[in-house]
T-cell receptor
Framework: GENVEQHPSTLSVQEGDSAVIKCTYSDSASNYFPWYKQELGKGPQLIIDIRSNVGEKKDQRIAVTLNKTAKHFSLHITETQPEDSAVYFC????????????FGKGMKLTVNP | DVKVTQSSRYLVKRTGEKVFLECVQDMDHENMFWYRQDPGLGLRLIYFSYDVKMKEKGDIPEGYSVSREKKERFSLILESASTNQTSMYLCASQLIGGDYGYTFGSGTRLTVV
């Protein structure tokens, strides 16, 4: 089955810096890759996703890139702000097959003011 | 906005008690999921359901059961709570199709004493 690995497990940056979170997946049939943000005391919330027919997607300060050949995808956050501090999860699934998302273990991002 | 509501934010139960965790979604999603979240272990799938009265085991079903009598409600049952079931429990729902992300509830922090 699918296996998603996420690294690093923690990241600390200064406000205004960029942050990159990387994930790799094992099943080349996976074609949907969402990213979730979990703030303290809350459930994870979908912030951006990408499908396998697209190499990059942007939404304001966040972007996701996908490299299907290497089977990895990354979340990029520019101009980080203290409110970006949270745990971020990547995930993968395959449309037309199992619809379950397989999650990475999460990365705790701390943005220092 | 889709809402997934978990009945309790915090719950304290005694070892051996039967515990019910309730989850309700209001957007007619077909798929529903129960995860537990523990530090360092990420999100682990307990059970999921693709339709009313249907259930499938996830990665860690031991000690748990589920019930889905109505489309909008998915209940997680701890038949005889144990201390190693102390955890954060997250419910999620998903529109069928496989390339839609999950919508999570806010979670239930269960402590078994």
């Amino acid at each position: 089955g699918e296996n998603v690995e996420q690294h690093p497990s923690t990241l600390s940056v200064q406000e205004g810096d960029s942050a990159v979170i990387k994930c790799t997946y094992s099943d080349s049939a996976s074609n949907y890759f969402p990213w979730y943000k979990q703030e303290l005391g809350k459930g994870p919330q979908l912030i951006i996703d990408i499908r396998s027919n697209v190499g990059e997607k942007k939404d304001q300060r966040i972007a996701v890139t996908l490299n299907k050949t290497a089977k990895h995808f990354s979340l990029h956050i520019t101009e980080t702000q203290p409110e970006d501090s949270a745990v971020y999860f990547c995930a993968a699934s395959m449309r037309g097959g199992s619809e379950k998302l397989v999650f990475g273990k999460g990365m705790k991002l701390t943005v220092n003011p | 906005d889709v809402k997934v509501t978990q009945s309790s934010r915090y719950l304290v139960k005694r070892t051996g008690e039967k515990v019910f965790l309730e989850c309700v979604q209001d957007m007619d999603h077909e798929n529903m999921f129960w995860y537990r979240q523990d530090p360092g272990l990420g999100l682990r799938l307990i059970y999921f359901s693709y339709d009313v009265k249907m259930k499938e085991k996830g990665d860690i079903p031991e000690g748990y059961s589920v019930s889905r009598e109505k489309k909008e409600r998915f209940s997680l049952i701890l038949e005889s709570a144990s201390t190693n079931q102390t955890s954060m429990y997250l419910c999620a729902s998903q529109l069928i199709g496989g390339d839609y992300g999950y919508t999570f509830g806010s979670g239930t922090r269960l402590t078994v004493v």
